[in-house]
């Protein structure tokens, strides 16, 4: 049977098969196979459809796609790691032209002014966090976390962190992967009615084991942990590192995690500019002062500024190259690949349009939304919004247990009615029973608000 090309699978044409098989010095692409055991050779012929023309192709899984609904066509209240943030039109504008859209680890030759815009980028974020350091992106906020603790394992020689029961399941099984088997994570209680760091669990679990103590600030579950200089100073008085995961999208309103004893920032860049997407436009950033004790224990890279040989010029590039792991391969601290560059590039463009006032004004936007929908929704019947005491930023945990319903099936009314509800947080966190976290940005008017909470008092009445 004559070999024939397929339309969409690259080098198919049996002309270009037979040439890279003379090039590698083999008869058939069988051989490539020797070694492998005959059963597990598939001998079969694989249920692959015959390929479409391109337009019915296109058409094809158009029709898949459409079954989808998403945040364009749905109310969506939906957070929990992923926020529906807008989007200035020059964040997709700037990192979508030529010279960025490939934002790869890359090398001088083909930058074309990636390495400004990192450093600028860089900058704008240390500001923020009011830290002096501030790395390329990393995968996102769990990797952030993840690489912030065993950069403090390193630092100390310690094997233990202790982290708030409060934190994402999600992002604690990352960072219990990440650091297995070097750094054990210690769950730490929190108190009943505020959701708070329960400072007497904290000191019983801080030992000369303790590399580091970690906590976020709002919490995964939204609210604002007021006790961070005193976590700190009990992190410091057994030599501990303390580590704060931020959302940074509050940091127009709430003081920097630098300013309560934060030696290393970390948190997610997906509010600064980026879209949400299915598995894709998350970013994370680490920040640290400028102490050579701990830059040394980035393993990914930073950009600096430097005079060049010409006068008055200056130049981007590396700073302290030798100590990552593109420069150490098998010997580095961490296994660090290409990262999400594009999204630090991103990140600075809507800081760079925000400015500090911007950023104050988001910051309050969403203080006053949120505790707008807490109000309103804690007025239905039986429903209480928040469920804990303590001050909430974007995010909040609404009590569904009096009203006989469950979060799945208030969850599905919501969503017959065009409205994405609230995390169901009842498998995460049991002990609450029937809550979710609900997200509120600076998107969602006032008519959106209301319109979720007349939805659920249909339901719940």
């Not at 989808?68 to 020059?90: D, I, M, R, S």
């Not at 409060?166 to 070097?182: A, G, H, V, W």
């Not at 997200?439 to 008017?445: A, D, L, N, S, Y």
Request: charged letters at 20%.
């Amino acid at each position: 049977m004559k070999k024939t090309a397929h339309p969409y699978i690259p080098n198919t044409v049996p002309e270009v098969q037979e040439e890279m098989l003379r090039e590698i010095g083999v008869e058939s692409i069988e051989e490539l196979f020797v070694g492998i055991p005959e059963e597990l050779h598939f001998k079969g012929k694989m249920n692959i459809p015959e390929a479409l023309p391109e337009y019915e192709l296109r058409k094809y899984v158009d029709g898949i796609l459409n079954k989808n609904k998403t945040a364009h066509e749905y109310l969506n209240f939906l957070g929990a790691g992923c926020w529906n943030h807008f989007v200035p039109a020059v964040c997709d504008e700037v990192n979508q032209r030529a010279e960025f859209v490939t934002g790869y680890a890359g090398d001088p030759y083909e930058d074309h002014g990636r390495f400004q815009a990192l450093f600028e980028y860089q900058s704008l974020m240390a500001e923020l966090v009011d830290m002096d350091v501030v790395n390329v992106p990393t995968f996102d906020w769990a990797q952030a976390a993840a690489t912030s603790i065993r950069m403090a394992h390193r630092i100390t020689g310690r094997p233990e962190v202790l982290l708030p029961k409060t934190i994402s399941p999600d992002r604690l099984k990352i960072i219990e992967n990440y650091c297995s088997p070097q750094v054990a994570c210690i769950l730490v209680d929190y108190e009943e009615d505020s959701g708070q760091i329960s400072l007497s669990d904290l000191e019983t679990k801080l030992s000369e084991n303790t590399a580091a103590v970690y906590f976020e600030n709002p919490s995964y579950l939204g609210f604002i942990e007021t006790k961070g200089q005193k976590i700190s100073n009990l992190a410091k008085n057994v030599g501990a590192i303390t580590i704060v995961g931020v959302d940074p999208s509050s940091l127009g309103v709430l003081e920097p995690p630098s300013h309560y004893g934060a030696d290393i920032v970390c948190g997610d860049l997906q509010p600064l500019g980026m879209h949400m997407n299915y598995g894709g436009g998350q970013a994370g950033f680490i920040a640290t002062h400028d102490d050579l004790t701990f830059i040394k224990e980035y393993p990914s890279r930073l950009f600096g500024i430097a005079p060049t040989v010409v006068e008055g010029e200056y130049g981007f590039g590396d700073v302290f190259y030798d100590r990552t792991s593109f420069a150490q391969r098998e010997k580095g601290k961490e296994s660090v690949g290409t990262q999400t560059a594009l999204w630090g590039i991103t990140a600075g463009v809507y800081l760079a349009l925000l400015g500090p006032d911007g950023m104050y004004e988001l910051g309050k936007s969403i203080m006053q939304k949120s505790q707008y929908a807490m109000g309103e929704i804690g007025n239905i019947p039986n429903v209480v919004a928040s469920r804990f005491e303590s001050a909430n930023f974007k995010e909040f945990v609404v009590d569904f247990n009096r009203t006989g319903k469950t979060v799945k099936e208030i969850n599905q009314y919501l969503l017959d009615n065009g409205i994405f509800g609230g995390k169901d947080l009842s498998e995460e966190f049991p002990e609450f029973g029937q809550c979710a976290l609900f997200c509120i940005t600076e998107i969602h008017t006032q008519a959106d608000i209301d319109r979720l909470v007349q939805t659920m008092k249909d339901f719940l009445s």
